[in-house]
């Protein structure tokens, strides 16, 4: 049976086309059993959170179980938000957020970022039975390796995995991940 990966991409201009390395290192690390979708999200600069939840959950309704969601970036940062207030009628098997930008809070303060914003308590919010990982390179040149320790405290049952070098891109081999994803069965 094929195991369905759903990625989203971060944001900014031509991010698509960058997170795809990313998409196609996935793809290629789990080999057939798995498929990873990867759409084109919707105004990529600006990256609307209802707009991008709406995808998601559009997504999600032809997906099969199991099921894993993946984010890089702001993707992750909308894919834990949508997660905790979608009504899902499958179950998630995985969330693993790679380089995820924390907002508000000790993290980031943009025109906008309540947006993003996760309420405390938000690892209620989230389905009991689902694994969730926490991705960050301490290298990374874009979002702050501090935001990690943010989330993991936000998300106590969530696995850490601090890698030590790869950048924002993490060197567009997401070979750690597709590890903890086929522990999952």
């Known amino acids: 049976?094929?195991?369905h990966i759903l990625f989203l991409q971060g944001a900014g201009e031509g991010a698509h086309k960058e997170d795809k390395?990313?998409?196609?290192?996935?793809?290629r690390s789990l080999g057939a059993d798995y498929e990873v979708h990867y759409p084109a999200?919707?105004?990529e600069d600006d990256a609307p959170y209802e707009q991008w939840k709406q995808l998601v959950e559009k997504e999600l309704t032809g997906m099969q179980p199991p099921i894993m969601l993946i984010g890089h970036s702001v993707g992750a940062s909308i894919i834990i938000k949508a997660v905790s207030e979608l009504k899902l009628e499958q179950p998630i098997a995985g969330v693993f957020l790679i380089a995820a930008p924390f907002w508000g809070g000790d993290g980031w303060r943009y025109e906008g970022y309540e947006e993003l914003e996760l309420p405390q308590g938000i690892a209620a919010k989230l389905p009991g039975n689902t694994s969730i990982a926490l991705y960050h390179c301490r290298d990374d040149e874009v979002v702050p390796f501090e935001h990690l320790a943010l989330y993991a405290q936000l998300l106590p049952q969530a696995r850490v995995q601090e890698v030590d070098e790869g950048g924002h891109q993490f060197n567009n081999d997401l070979s750690v991940v597709a590890k903890d994803i086929e522990s999952l069965h």
């Not at 390395?21 to 793809?27: G, T, V």
């Open 21 to 27: 390395k990313l998409a196609e290192s996935l793809q």
């Open 1 to 3: 049976m094929t195991k």
């Open 41 to 43: 999200m919707p105004n």
